[in-house]
T-cell receptor, first 115, second 113 residues
């Protein structure tokens, strides 16, 4: 158990809908990262928040947004969902800004299915 | 730009045999390299990481990896496979200037009895 929690575990929704994925980092970790894992794209970095501020952005669609709250939990919002958004969404956390040898600890993921 | 290539999307070994999972990286600066394992329906778990302190890195569950700068490789090995090693393995790279991890495509390891 990494100490990173994600809810819900599974989510089934329809095209055009909006969903929110939630992540609680390990106790004391300041950075939260979101990754998307799909069969065709593999494991891709979406976005990082550090102590409430956006720190780095990857291949995140404009329909997706994230935020980190004062208690350091994070939410990933996915809107106008398309079939291709079906994937496993991971949250990871690290102690500080995430550079160098710092380890990222991954949660169990949220499996999103868009029908 | 940094990238990782994992040769072989599927590797099958017999129980007790040597495990060798290949990873080659591309990075313009000295990289930090990681191996993660993903068991079925689970998140990613760190196996080991290269931090430039030593070229041979020992990880959990008997795995180790050797950093070879001349070959830009960081292959993962285990002397004797167990059934419980069946999982998907990901190599990842991060350079010191960046925060994000760039992952390879993953290698699914199957262990035959």
């Amino acid at each position: 158990d990494s100490g990173v929690t994600q809810t819900p575990k599974h989510l089934i929704t329809a095209t055009g809908q909006r969903v929110t994925l939630r992540c609680s980092p390990r106790s004391g970790d300041l950075s939260v990262y979101w990754y998307q894992q799909s069969l065709d794209q593999g494991l891709q970095f979406l976005i990082q928040y550090y102590n409430g501020e956006e720190r780095a952005k990857g291949n995140i669609l404009e329909r997706f947004s994230a935020q980190q709250f004062p208690d350091l939990h994070s939410e990933l919002n996915l809107s106008s969902l398309e079939l291709g958004d079906s994937a496993l969404y991971f949250c990871a956390s690290s102690a500080a800004g995430g550079q160098g040898m710092e380890t990222q600890y991954f949660g169990p993921g949220t499996r999103l299915l868009v029908l | 730009a940094q990238s990782v290539t994992q040769l072989g999307s599927h590797v099958s070994v017999s129980e007790g045999a040597l495990v060798l999972l290949r990873c080659n990286y591309s990075s313009s600066v000295p990289p930090y390299l990681f191996w993660y394992v993903q068991y079925p329906n689970k998140g990613l778990q760190l196996l080991l990481k290269y931090t430039s302190a030593a070229t041979l890195v020992k990880g959990i569950n008997g795995f180790e990896a050797e950093f070879k700068k001349s070959e830009t490789s960081f292959h993962l090995t285990k002397p004797s496979a167990h059934m419980s090693d069946a999982a998907e393995y990901f190599c990842a790279v991060r350079n010191n200037a960046g925060n994000m991890l760039t992952f390879g495509g993953g290698t699914r390891l199957m262990v035959k009895p």
